[in-house]
C-alpha cells in the first residue's frame, strides 16, 4: 500500500495537477485493498473502476493519450504498447528477482515504447506493436520457402 500510494501520489501531481483525467482499471490480480486505495485517492473527478472489467480495460486503451503500467504487468505493458501511445511503468521495489522483466523494459525502452514514471510528462510517439501480423508474415514467408503454399 505505503508503495501504490507514492506512485498515486506521483501521478496526481505529474498528470491531474496538469490538468489530465484520470481511468483507473484494476487487472485481475490486482488486491482488492489495493482498488480501494484508488478509489479513496482518485474518486473526485476521476473514473476508478472497481469491478475487474475487460470490456473497461480495453476501452480505457483507446480513450487514453497516455497510459500508465505497473512494472509487474507484462501482459499490460505489451497490449498497451499495440496502441502506439506513451507509456509510462510505474517501477516498484520486488521482493523478488526480476531478471526476465528487466530484459523486457529493456527491449521495450530500445523500442522507444515505454519510460519509467518519473518527474516529468512527455510525449513521444512510436509504431505500435502488431505482432499477429508480423508473426504471420514470417510463418507465410516460411512456407513459401518450404513449398507448402
Aim: hydrophobic letters at 40%; glycine letters at 4%.
Amino acid at each position: 500500500e505505503k508503495q501504490m500510494t507514492e506512485t498515486f501520489a506521483k501521478i496526481k501531481n505529474l498528470f491531474i495537477d496538469s490538468k489530465y483525467k484520470l481511468i483507473v482499471i484494476p487487472s485481475y490480480r490486482t488486491p482488492e485493498n489495493i482498488i480501494k486505495l484508488a478509489f479513496n485517492y482518485f474518486n473526485d473527478n476521476h473514473l476508478v473502476i472497481k469491478e475487474r472489467d475487460k470490456k473497461a480495460y480495453l476501452s480505457s486503451l483507446g480513450l487514453a493519450d497516455i497510459i500508465i503500467v505497473t512494472c509487474d504487468s507484462t501482459s499490460m505493458i505489451s497490449e498497451a504498447a499495440i496502441t502506439g501511445k506513451p507509456v509510462y511503468i510505474a517501477q516498484m521495489r520486488n521482493k523478488r528477482s526480476i531478471h526476465r522483466f528487466e530484459k523486457f523494459y529493456k527491449l521495450f525502452k530500445e523500442l522507444g515504447i515505454i519510460k519509467d514514471l518519473d518527474n516529468k510528462i512527455e510525449n513521444w510517439t512510436y509504431t505500435g506493436l502488431d505482432e499477429v501480423n508480423r508473426a504471420a508474415s514470417l510463418v507465410k514467408e516460411k512456407m513459401k520457402t518450404n513449398g507448402i503454399i
